[in-house]
T-cell receptor
Framework: EAQVTQNPRYLITVTGKKLTVTCSQNMNHEYMSWYRQDPGLGLRQIYYSMNVEVTDKGDVPEGYKVSRKEKRNFPLILESPSPNQTSLYFC?????????FGSGTRLTVV | GIQVEQSPPDLILQEGANSTLRCNFSDSVNNLQWFHQNPWGQLINLFYIPSGTKQNGRLSATTVATERYSLLYISSSQTTDSGVYFCAADSNYQLIWGAGTKLIIKP
C-alpha cells in the first residue's frame, strides 16, 4: 500500500529541546515536502526536496532544518523549538496527481 | 505571490443537501487541487483539476483557468462529508493553500 508514514503523531515538548519528526514514503517519489497548519490558515510550506541531497526553503523555514540522505526519508528537525512552532505538521510525498500526505504530527511546545 | 481565497468559510447543511464551494486564485497556476481534511485531521486528495470538469461519485469539480476560479460540488451530502475542504494551487514547487471551507453535515 502506498503510504507516507510520519512519527510521532503527537508530541509535547519544552522550549529549546531538540526534536526530530520523521517522514518515510514507499512510493519511490523524488519530491517530498513539509507543511505546517495553523488555525484559520491553510497549510504553509516549510521545506521541500527535489531529490536526495537537494533541499530548498519554502515560505516559513525559520527555526527548521531538513535532510534528505535517502530517497524514502525526509526528517524535519527543530533544533531549539519555541512556542510559536506549536502546530500541526504534515509531510507530503509526490506532486501533482501524486500528492500523498502523512497523517500529521501535532506538536505542542511549552 | 499567488493568493488563494475560498468561500464560504463555514457551511452547515442537513444530510441530503447539495453544496457548492468556491476557490478563487489570483494568478495563473500550473494546476489546482482539492483536498478534504476529515475530523481526525487526515488530508485526502480529491481532485487534480487544472481545467475542465471531473466527477467522482457524489463529488465533482470544475476549474475555469481563464477566469481563475474552481468550484467543488457535493451532492446528496452525508455526515461523512463533514470536515474542511481545501483548494490549493500548485506553483513553483509548492502548494499555495486557501484557508478552507469548514463543512458540517447534520443528520
Amino acid at each position: 500500500e502506498a503510504q507516507v508514514t510520519q512519527n510521532p503523531r503527537y508530541l509535547i515538548t519544552v522550549t529549546g529541546k531538540k526534536l526530530t519528526v520523521t517522514c518515510s514514503q514507499n512510493m519511490n517519489h523524488e519530491y517530498m515536502s513539509w507543511y505546517r497548519q495553523d488555525p484559520g490558515l491553510g497549510l504553509r510550506q516549510i521545506y521541500y526536496s527535489m531529490n536526495v541531497e537537494v533541499t530548498d526553503k519554502g515560505d516559513v523555514p525559520e527555526g527548521y532544518k531538513v535532510s534528505r540522505k535517502e530517497k524514502r526519508n525526509f526528517p524535519l528537525i527543530l533544533e531549539s523549538p519555541s512556542p510559536n512552532q506549536t502546530s500541526l505538521y504534515f509531510c507530503a510525498s509526490g506532486r501533482g496527481m501524486g500528492y500523498t500526505f502523512g497523517s500529521g504530527t501535532r506538536l505542542t511546545v511549552v | 505571490g499567488i493568493q488563494v481565497e475560498q468561500s464560504p468559510p463555514d457551511l452547515i447543511l442537513q444530510e441530503g443537501a447539495n453544496s457548492t464551494l468556491r476557490c478563487n486564485f489570483s494568478d495563473s497556476v500550473n494546476n489546482l487541487q482539492w483536498f478534504h481534511q476529515n475530523p481526525w485531521g487526515q488530508l485526502i486528495n480529491l481532485f487534480y483539476i487544472p481545467s475542465g470538469t471531473k466527477q467522482n461519485g457524489r463529488l465533482s469539480a470544475t476549474t475555469v483557468a481563464t477566469e481563475r476560479y474552481s468550484l467543488l460540488y457535493i451532492s446528496s451530502s452525508q455526515t461523512t462529508d463533514s470536515g474542511v475542504y481545501f483548494c490549493a494551487a500548485d506553483s513553483n514547487y509548492q502548494l499555495i493553500w486557501g484557508a478552507g471551507t469548514k463543512l458540517i453535515i447534520k443528520p
